[in-house]
């Protein structure tokens, strides 16, 4: 059985546990790769004292909300039976030297039970949609279907 994704902007209130969950993974994949090429080789406790003395998984969170308020900005999710299951946080502009419409992703996720499964596609589909022509080609229409059977 298929189920249809909804994209949705972000609901900072009921949202924010989810994300955040997501920013902290993010943040210690990133940290630990980073350490690890700039041969500092932090331990997985060094990385979590980091994130937590720093205030990153906040300092993030408050990039997202603070971004839906720009003009410029997007931050969507994708839901799934009405659970975050996504999230993607882009800012559009124009290209300097052709002042053709462009953008750039700032932040995407996915919750791992429902990576490869076209959730990224549908999330990116309304950025792109918004950025008018030339659309890239290769997209999904904005809803994408979770397939039970592959679970």
Do not use: C, F
Not at 33 to 49: G, N
């Amino acid at each position: 059985m298929r189920q249809t994704i909804e994209i949705k902007k972000l609901q900072p209130e009921r949202d924010e546990a989810t994300i955040k969950q997501w920013i902290g993974l993010y943040l210690k994949q990133h940290l630990q790769w980073w350490s690890h090429k700039a041969k500092l080789h932090w331990s997985e406790e060094q990385i979590t004292q980091h994130i937590e003395q720093q205030g990153l998984v906040q300092r993030d969170w408050e990039e997202l909300t603070n971004a839906e308020l720009k003009p410029i900005s997007k931050v969507l999710t994708a839901r799934h039976q009405d659970n975050l299951i996504g999230v993607v946080y882009a800012e559009l502009g124009r290209d300097r030297y052709l002042k053709i419409p462009t953008g750039s992703i700032s932040w995407i996720y996915t919750s791992e039970s429902v990576r490869n499964q076209g959730i990224g596609q549908a999330l990116l589909r309304p950025i792109h949609d918004r950025m008018g022509e030339p659309k890239p080609t290769a997209t999904q229409p904005a809803t994408a279907t979770l397939d039970k059977t592959q679970s």
